[in-house]
């Protein structure tokens, strides 16, 4: 515009050359171009303004809508969570905790994919507006992520696996489960990394990417087995009445008629030998408490077998006999050395040889 303006005013910009003199006329002349060149363009330049603030107001009023959106159906989620906490619905299906983490993880996820978009699609609009061709700057844009794709796609998998598991809810905090690479607890789900608690209290990171298959040990309903091992001579009718009788008497009191989901079971016989029979004794549970209704169940069937005296494997030693023979005392010792005898012809080649008697005829 400063060049023109200096054009029109008949000067020469080249700093070479000497300057012709500035007259009145020739400021006025310049004056009265600048003048009309603004009014010539002042109403393109107020409408490519008025287009990127409406451009720029509606992106910030769009992405603060879906933000509060959001955010209030995740609230939503936690009061529902929150709702059933401490009751036995609440305590079978619903651990707040998890649905806590698990929504907050959805809800960052897709605040941060909404303001991307929204951001991103007013950003191209405003250079748009300022008749800037975009061609060239998405064809390297997109030159730019494929490069950033492969170099980082290990970072790129796991963040994908993340969202997905927390999207199918495939396991949560709290939850028990079998990652392949590791096993344990779950203490933390993240979008790129889970923390597992292991049995022997070690914390495992596992990379979502690097999980192949996942067994949940917490979802839907555990099965508590426990084998029962008798004589061989023992009534199995006796012994499957007693299992039976103990079996409801557990289901009948607090709190294991809470955990127990279906009546003990006597299954049968698992496998029967010429000394002992073993029978299988099952019930389905809560999921992660069938580890306590096995304790409790075994503990349970001991005592009801003491009661009705009958005996396991192994809990009743035989007695001894009375007119047993005494052991032998000497049958430990070791055989006599021949080298014990002094006379002994071995003895006497291991003895020194004693020294020459000195010359007296010296």
């Not at 933000?67 to 401490?86: E, H, L």
């Not at 069937?301 to 005392?329: H, M, N, T």
Request: proline fraction near 6%; avoid cysteine; aromatic fraction near 6%.
């Amino acid at each position: 515009m400063f060049l023109s303006v200096l054009s029109a005013a008949g000067t020469d910009p080249d700093p070479t050359k000497t300057p012709k003199p500035v007259t009145l006329d020739d400021a006025h002349q310049s004056a009265e171009n600048a003048a009309s060149w603004v009014e010539e363009n002042w109403s393109t330049w107020l409408a490519v303004g008025l287009r990127i603030l409406l451009i720029v107001v509606i992106a910030m009023v769009l992405r603060a809508v879906v933000r509060r959106t959001i955010t209030k159906f995740i609230d939503r989620m936690n009061r529902t969570a929150q709702a059933v906490d401490g009751t036995p619905l609440g305590g079978l299906l619903v651990n707040v905790e998890r649905r806590r983490q698990r929504s907050h993880a959805i809800g960052s996820v897709l605040r941060s994919v909404a303001s991307f978009l929204i951001l991103g699609t007013a950003a191209l609009m405003v250079l748009s507006a300022f008749e800037i061709n975009l061609a060239p700057l998405l064809a390297s844009a997109g030159v730019a992520g494929v490069a950033i794709g492969f170099g980082a796609r290990n970072l790129v998998t796991d963040f994908l696996s993340g969202v997905f598991m927390i999207l199918e809810d495939q396991y949560g905090v709290g939850d028990s489960i079998d990652a392949g690479v590791a096993s344990g607890e779950v203490i933390e789900v993240g979008l790129r990394v889970t923390k597992l608690r292991g049995d022997d209290g070690e914390i495992w990171y596992v990379r979502n990417g690097e999980v192949k298959r996942i067994g949940n040990l917490s979802q839907g309903w555990s099965t508590a087995g426990v084998d029962v091992t008798v004589r061989s001579d023992e009534d199995l009718d006796q012994v499957k009445r007693v299992l039976g009788e103990a079996g409801e008497r557990m289901a009948k009191e607090e709190p294991w008629n809470e955990q127990l989901w279906g009546p003990v079971e006597v299954l049968g016989l698992d496998s029967v030998l010429l000394d002992q029979m073993v029978v299988r004794v099952a019930a389905k549970t809560m999921p992660g408490k069938s580890l306590g209704v096995e304790r409790e169940l075994r503990w349970r069937i001991k005592r009801a077998f003491d009661a009705e005296g009958i005996r396991i494997v192994g809990g009743v030693p035989l007695p001894q006999q009375e007119d047993a023979p005494a052991a032998d005392p000497t049958a430990g010792m070791a055989a006599p050395s021949a080298f014990a005898s002094a006379t002994s012809p071995q003895s006497l080649t291991a003895s020194p040889i004693p020294p020459p008697p000195p010359n007296l005829s010296k």
